[in-house]
């Protein structure tokens, strides 16, 4: 899929598809906690949901300490 075509999430809609509060992703956002990239829509932060799908890949542990 290009990610031109990839849904937009709000960053509701994303916080609750990665199971985060809104305001933990804005945090995250401010701070560059994670490389979770955003797209602005006006004043509107938006999600990719194949972004997020990516980051919760990225950060998928077999076990403490071993990434897949």
């Not at 809609?13 to 990239?37: C, I, M, N």
Request: aromatic letters at 8%.
């Amino acid at each position: 899929m290009s990610t031109h075509s990839a849904p937009l999430l709000t960053r509701r809609e994303a916080a609750e598809f990665l199971g985060v509060k809104p305001q933990t992703l804005a945090v995250w956002h401010s701070v560059g906690r994670y490389d979770l990239p955003t797209i602005k829509v006006g004043k509107s932060v938006r999600y990719r949901q194949s972004d997020l799908e990516n980051f919760c890949t990225e950060r998928t542990q077999r076990h403490s300490g071993e990434a897949l």
